[in-house]
């Protein structure tokens, strides 16, 4: 089973790879939630089904990316953190910029829940 510090950090390298679909296949549940802040809650989604669903979707409409950071994990017991900005030009070109702080909870060696904070 893979310690926390071990998730952390194989997120961190898969996204930074922009394997985002291979990051939900291989650290989080079959049961893992993923919540939006309050604003976008709507784009909340249970179960790692529809989490790839939905970054299959949001990754389809991408026409190019402008600016991909991520920030080394921080780690508590059972949670870890990352900052994340992502820019990007959407193929209707509209223009999007993220900044936000993504908390993972794990359990069991996988990750049971990310939970998103931005505007």
Not at 9 to 35: C, E, G, M, Y
Not at 78 to 93: A, G
Request: proline share 2%.
């Amino acid at each position: 089973m893979m310690k926390i510090q071990e998730i952390a950090n194989s997120l961190v390298d898969l996204l930074r790879q922009k394997k985002f679909l291979d990051a939900q296949v291989q650290l989080f549940t079959i049961d893992a939630i993923s919540l939006e802040p309050e604003l976008y809650k709507q784009r909340s989604v249970f179960g790692l089904d529809a989490m790839i669903i939905k970054e299959k979707r949001f990754l389809s409409n991408i026409k190019k990316w402008n600016h991909f950071t991520i920030s080394e994990p921080l780690l508590s017991l059972d949670h870890f953190t990352i900052h994340m900005i992502t820019d990007v030009t959407l193929k209707n070109e509209e223009r999007i910029h993220i900044d936000e702080i993504i908390v993972y909870e794990v359990e069991s060696g996988k990750i049971i829940k990310e939970q998103f904070f931005y505007k």
